[in-house]
């Protein structure tokens, strides 16, 4: 009879946390869903409008219900690197979105973190990176939804092993591209009326005016800048993590416990003790996969 109480908390604490993550993604999914509905204009205007507030409560909700729920598996190491993340997105993305460059490089702190810690902890710094960044620039609060999307695919790509071998990481950015661009393009087009970037703007001015409507425009600049942007930014974690000492990379749980990356430390089921080296070798030529 003592058995079952000794296991049953430790089965209800998955649960829980199960279950926060669920509500943490339904509080994001549900105020994307209201900002492409209601549209409002009034959110550019900064958080003191009452759809800016309704915005960063539900976008902050959301994030603080994943936080809860992924911190107790969370290390110190990456408690640490997830302020570091949002400072790299949001300087990377403010500088190179002023640039003329049609990419944004403003997911490589989220992607990080999701290969990192997984895709709960990925969907909670790519929310909290649009919520922090709004303070400075309110037009990036309405792509709250789309950012967490991207932390979440991309720890689901780390969970399936698609940084186990390295030339299937920009494959698995540029399709996480491709759906965050039409995730996205609502928002763009219905909320912001555009784009913020300036070369991707002009990508959009330039469909504007062969004819398309401004959904179908942003579309498809969306789906030319996107993918590309997140292959990069796929890469180039894929290049970090790798370059990272085996013990450092031992810290993270997330990529112990799913075998995330190959090398001795981290062997894929099926290859042998020869295959293995020459996997951990792959990311810094990119010949062998």
């Known amino acids: 009879m003592s058995s079952p109480s000794l296991t049953l908390p430790s089965q209800e604490r998955p649960a829980r946390r199960r279950l926060l993550e669920i509500l943490g993604a339904l509080a994001i999914a549900a105020t994307y869903v ?151 393009a609502p928002v763009a087009a219905f909320v912001f009326g555009g784009t913020s970037g300036v070369a991707t703007g002009a990508i959009v001015s330039a469909f504007r005016a062969m004819g398309d409507t401004l959904l179908a425009a942003i579309t498809k600049q969306a789906l030319i800048s996107d993918p590309m942007d997140k292959a990069i930014a796929f890469t180039f974690v894929a290049l970090l993590v790798y370059a990272l000492p085996r013990r450092t990379r031992q810290q993270f749980p997330f990529i112990r416990r799913h075998r995330v990356l190959a090398g001795k430390d981290q062997a894929v089921p099926g290859t042998s003790h020869a295959e293995t080296p020459a996997q951990g070798t792959a990311p810094g030529t990119g010949r062998n996969g």
């Open 34 to 184: 209201y900002l492409v509905l209601n549209q409002p204009a009034d959110i550019t205007g900064g958080p003191g409008s009452a759809s800016a507030l309704i915005a960063l409560s539900g976008f902050l909700a959301g994030a603080v219900l994943l936080i809860v729920a992924v911190l107790p598996a969370l290390p110190a190491s990456t408690l640490v690197l997830i302020p570091v993340a949002l400072v790299l997105n949001i300087v990377l993305g403010q500088f190179v979105g002023s640039t003329l460059v049609p990419f944004y490089l403003d997911a490589i702190g989220t992607v990080l973190i999701a290969v990192l810690a997984g895709p709960a902890a990925g969907a909670a710094t790519g929310a909290l990176s649009s919520i922090v960044w709004s303070f400075f620039n309110p037009t990036v609060l309405p792509f709250a939804a789309g950012a967490a999307l991207i932390g979440c695919l991309a720890g689901l790509a780390a969970r399936y092993g698609l940084f186990r071998r390295f030339y299937l990481a920009p494959v698995a950015g540029f399709v996480t591209g491709i759906i965050a661009g039409v995730v996205s």
